[in-house]
C-alpha cells in the first residue's frame, strides 16, 4: 500500500508506521463493511495547513452500526503541542511527527457494546533517527448491557496479544485503562476498560543505533499484532446480539450511556485535546460522538432492573484471573 501524499514522510520508519496504519484501516473498513451489510464507509481526505493530513472513513446509518469511523493521520509540526510536552518533560520547542490510526463504533442495537480503539507512534526530532520516539495505544468496551461472558470475551482476547509480546504488560496495561476512562466527576469507568498504554516503552534518547533499531522494530510487531486483536476481540460480541430484540426502555438506557461517553471524551480524552491543539481535522477529532445522546437529571435505574446490574460493570474488576474465562475467538484472523 503506497504512502500519501497528505502524509509528508520524511523517513522509512515514518513511512512504514504509515503504511501499517493504512493497512489497518483498509482491512476494518472492510470486515466492518461486511458486519453491516446496509451502509458503506465514505471516504474523506483532509491537509493539515500546518502540515500533514489523513483519511477519515466514516459510516452512519447502518444496520448495524448507527454511527462509526476509523481514522488514520499524520500530522507534524515545528514544535511539540502543550499536551504531549506536559507527559513527557524535556521535549519543549522540538519538531514533532504524529500518526495513528483511530476507529469508533457505536452500534444501533443497545446490546451490541460500543468500541474504541486507537494506535499511534510519535517521534521528536527529526531525521532518519529522530531524538525520542514511542508507540501508545489500546482498546476497551463501552456496553450499555453489560454481558459477564462478552467482557470475559474481550479481556481473555486482549490478555493473550499482551502474552505475546515481553514488553506488553496486560495487568498494568488494563489498570491504567480502568483508571484513564473513568468518568471522574461521577465516580464510574466510561465502560468495562480494556488495555491503554501511552508508551510501549519508555522514550530513550541514549540507545545505541543497534539496540533502538531492535525496539523499534520489536514495537512496531507489537502494535501491528494489536491491530489484528481488533476483530477477535469486539466482531464475536457483534455476532452475538446484532439480533437481539429491544424497546424503548433499552433505548433511553443506551442514549443515557452515550451521554456519559461525550462527558468523557469532551472533559478528559488526551485524544481530543491533542487533535484539537495541533489543529486537526475537526470532523475527523469528534468523529468519535454518538449520533444521539441524553442527560436526565439526577437519573437512578429502579433497583432489581438489568440497568441498574449494568452499573456493577463499571467499577474496576479482574476479568481474566477468574476461573473458566472464555478463550479468545480465533474466528477473525485480523486485518491487513
Not at 491537509?47 to 448495524?64: K, L, M, N, W
Not at 479481556?155 to 509480546?165: G, K, N, P, V, Y
Not at 506488553?168 to 480502568?178: I, Q
Amino acid at each position: 500500500m503506497s504512502t500519501p501524499a497528505w502524509a509528508e514522510v520524511r523517513s522509512e520508519r515514518q513511512r512504514r508506521v504509515v503504511e501499517r496504519m493504512r493497512s489497518g484501516q483498509h482491512g476494518l473498513v472492510s470486515a466492518f463493511t461486511a458486519i453491516d451489510g446496509a451502509e458503506r464507509f465514505r471516504e474523506h481526505t483532509w491537509q493539515r495547513p500546518a502540515g500533514g493530513g489523513g483519511t477519515a472513513r466514516v459510516i452512519e446509518g447502518g444496520a448495524v452500526f448507527e454511527r462509526g469511523g476509523v481514522n488514520v493521520s499524520a500530522v507534524h509540526g515545528a514544535r511539540v503541542p502543550p499536551s504531549l510536552a506536559a507527559t513527557h518533560p524535556g521535549i519543549e520547542g522540538l519538531p514533532f511527527f504524529a500518526t495513528g490510526i483511530s476507529m469508533v463504533l457505536h452500534p444501533r442495537n443497545p446490546y451490541v457494546p460500543a468500541f474504541h480503539a486507537n494506535f499511534r507512534y510519535f517521534e521528536v526530532g527529526e531525521g532518519e533517527r529522530p531524538h525520542v520516539w514511542w508507540f501508545g495505544g489500546g482498546l476497551d468496551l463501552t456496553p450499555a448491557y453489560p454481558r459477564e461472558d462478552d467482557v470475559r470475551h474481550f479481556h481473555a482476547t486482549l490478555a493473550d496479544w499482551c502474552a505475546r509480546f515481553e514488553q506488553a504488560d496486560y495487568p498494568s496495561w488494563k489498570a491504567t485503562c480502568d483508571d484513564y476512562f473513568t468518568v471522574r466527576h461521577r465516580g464510574e469507568m466510561r465502560g468495562v476498560g480494556g488495555v491503554f498504554f501511552d508508551e510501549l516503552r519508555p522514550p530513550d534518547a541514549e540507545r545505541s543505533h543497534a539496540a533502538d533499531d531492535a525496539a523499534f522494530e520489536a514495537d512496531l510487531a507489537c502494535v501491528s499484532a494489536g491491530i489484528d486483536t481488533i476483530l477477535p476481540a469486539y466482531a464475536p460480541l457483534i455476532e452475538r446480539h446484532r439480533h437481539d430484540a429491544f424497546g424503548e426502555r433499552e433505548r433511553r438506557w443506551q442514549l443515557l450511556r452515550r451521554g456519559r461517553y461525550v462527558e468523557f471524551n469532551l472533559v478528559y480524552d488526551r485524544g481530543t485535546l491533542f487533535g484539537l491543539q495541533t489543529g486537526g481535522h475537526i470532523e475527523a477529532i469528534l468523529m468519535s460522538m454518538p449520533p444521539v445522546a441524553n442527560w436526565a437529571f439526577d437519573h437512578q435505574p429502579e433497583p432489581g432492573t438489568p440497568e441498574a446490574a449494568a452499573l456493577a460493570y463499571y467499577q474496576p474488576r479482574d476479568w481474566v484471573a477468574a476461573d473458566e474465562a472464555p478463550e479468545p475467538a480465533s474466528a477473525y484472523a485480523g486485518a491487513r
